[in-house]
């Protein structure tokens, strides 16, 4: 739980992915649900800040994720079962 909780707003999602891994299920690249490596029933959810500069297609949409994504808000970590694709 330690770990779980060392991700704070600021950081990026290549921090984060140091510690979570990305889940199945609708997902944008703003935001997104994580599952904790060593446990994956602990999840959180993650706003992102798309890093300055990122690729937007015509409609203004942010396109692929960034490792330098900046983290807005994350929730408390919460017990789930499993989403797969």
Known sequence: MKR?????????RKALQAIFQTEGGLSTRAKRTYVFQDCPTFKVD???KPVEGSDQDAEGAWQDEND???IVKISAPYLG???MD
């Open 4 to 12: 779980v909780l060392t991700i704070k707003p600021g950081m990026t």
């Open 46 to 48: 993650v706003d992102f």
């Open 68 to 70: 330098e994504d900046v």
């Open 81 to 83: 079962y499993a989403i």
